[in-house]
């Protein structure tokens, strides 16, 4: 069985700092492309930054506009975990945070992750 799970949400004032966990199991998490998506109220589900599987040290990675230089993505394969480093956290970043996992290529679309964790809240007040 296949499981994601994030933490490491909370509620945080602007210009701090959070880093989000997920781990997995159940999958060849080192074959995995692994994204993370959030999703305000009102809003649907955006990306926000994905890492490409690797046998090695270092990962393709790919944000969205909003976050580059603020956040940064990484993973662990011996413990089956991806981070999301968030830095100068702003009001706007206030949201359910989702990771996912894929195979094949590394995908900004929603649509093409078929696996999902369950989110963690992130509020930033101002």
């Known amino acids: 069985q296949v499981q994601l799970v994030e933490s490491g949400g909370g509620v945080v004032q602007a210009g701090g700092s959070l880093r989000l966990s997920c781990a997995t199991s159940?999958?060849?998490?080192?074959?995995?492309?692994m994204g993370w998506f959030r999703q305000a109220p009102g809003k649907e589900r955006e990306f926000v930054a994905a890492?490409?599987?690797?046998?090695?040290?270092?990962?393709?990675?790919d944000f969205t506009d909003s976050v580059k230089g603020r956040f940064t993505i990484s993973r662990d394969n011996a413990k089956n975990t991806v981070y999301l480093q968030m830095n100068s956290l702003k009001p706007e970043d206030t949201a359910v945070y989702y990771c996912?996992?894929?195979?094949?290529?590394?995908?900004?679309?929603?649509?093409?992750?078929?696996?999902w964790g369950q989110g963690t809240q992130v509020t930033v007040s101002s």
């Open positions: 159940g999958l060849t998490f080192g074959t995995y492309n």
């Open positions: 996912a996992a894929r195979r094949g290529l590394i995908s900004r679309s929603r649509d093409a992750y078929d696996m």
């Open positions: 890492i490409a599987w690797t046998s090695g040290s270092t990962a393709f990675t």
